[in-house]
């Protein structure tokens, strides 16, 4: 998605991540996650931050559960459980930085949290239907490789660019919006917005995530975010939110104050 030999190899990342349970639910089904692992462990991070890439690579990610009762925050804490076991096993492959590895890895971390979401709804009834979004990046030197399932999203500004969102959504909705036919307006008040054709779990037998990978340079910004986020902001004002270089916090509180009727998170990565 951009120049395959990035002019600079950074080595500095600073994130804030956030979220928010929106002013309507009473309980919140995202989980949002900030790690930084080798081959030997995994070491959770702080809400807020900076490191250097010689301590390790680093992933971050939105998951948004779904499901009766409380099973939705069940399904988005499995999903960044798994992530957190089995990523450290890649590690030795990714400090060889194969690019065509780590897309390998990232597709069979998202069918190992499917078929784990799945069993579980299928050996207890209060899981039944359990499932979540997934989008995450995968941090290293040079590079950001990412994988996603669902409607969250990943954004990238560039250091001189527009804003792009380089996932594509998993609906029907977001499916007539690439190909032009509604609008952002339309979009957000069509009655199917929220129907996934591709989750996490939840029964659903079919998954192609979609993995891909984006060359990393001093001064682009990322954003890592659920729906809804996307239900209290709109693109523009996005674009303006990440080019004034503000936090998660900022973002998610804007979101909440103008919408808030879904939980809302985001995590934001700077590279430096």
Known sequence: MSDLNPPETPHLLRWSGMTHPGRVRSNNEDTFLALNFDAKEVRYLGKVGESTLDTGDFVFAVSDGMGGAKSGEFASKITAEKITRLLPQSFKQSAQHIAAGQGDVLLELAHRIHEELGKLGSYYEECRGMGATLSLGWFMPGWMHFMHVGDSRIYWLPKSGRLKQITEDHTHVGWLRRKG????????????????????????????????????????????????????IWDHALEDMMVAGHDARTIVEHAVAESGRDNASAVVVEVM
Do not use: W
């Open 181 to 232: 036919q509604i609008n952002e307006r339309e979009a957000r008040n069509h009655p199917r917005k929220s129907i996934l054709s591709q989750v996490l779990g939840a029964g659903h037998q079919y998954l192609e995530p979609q993995v891909g990978a984006v060359g990393c340079e001093s001064g682009d910004r990322f954003l890592f975010c659920t729906d809804g986020i996307m239900d209290g």
